[in-house]
């Protein structure tokens, strides 16, 4: 939680207002077990990697093939942990943490998505386990445009029933 903080008071810039923004998101955006036990953390994770085989097929598969399976999990649940502070660069935060304010959590999984979307063409081109790899660990660099984030959120309306 501290990469939050820390990116909410380079937002806000006072100690005092930061506090109380935490404590909002603490308290009405996220459910009560959310880091507890964790347990809306893992809701949300197994959310993303549920509808990554839906909206993004080929990566899925992809990524399957090459045993990235568990690692991509790891990255997601750090996404979604610190709520994305740690993954974008300032402006990309900002502009989530509007949206994250506005829907809640959905936010984070849509930006999850987002992420992968924009990578997978990257990652698509990848030959080894160490290269897909690389690019998951500099997504800050990658995935840098906060206009195409908007796109996306106020776009993607995820549907998780099964076509019959």
Not at 28 to 42: A, E, K, P, Q, W
Not at 76 to 85: A, G
Not at 94 to 116: E, H, P, Q, R
């Amino acid at each position: 939680m501290n990469f939050v903080v820390s990116r909410l008071l380079l937002i806000l810039g006072n100690e005092e207002r930061t506090f109380w923004v935490f404590y909002q998101i603490m308290e009405h955006f996220l459910s009560l077990n959310y880091y507890f036990d964790l347990t809306g953390i893992i809701v949300e994770t197994t959310l993303v990697e549920t509808i990554l085989p839906i909206y993004l097929p080929e990566l899925h598969a992809f990524l399957e093939k090459n045993n990235f399976n568990m690692t991509i999990s790891n990255f997601i649940h750090k996404w979604i942990v610190c709520l994305f502070s740690q993954t974008f660069k300032p402006e990309m935060v900002y502009t989530l943490y509007d949206f994250f304010f506005i829907d809640g959590s959905i936010a984070l999984i849509k930006a999850s998505i987002f992420v992968l979307t924009s990578i997978q063409q990257e990652v698509l081109a990848q030959e080894s386990f160490s290269e897909i790899y690389s690019i998951f660990t500099d997504i800050e660099n990658k995935v840098t445009n906060p206009k195409n984030l908007i796109f996306f959120i106020c776009q993607k309306k995820f549907n998780l029933k099964k076509n019959d």
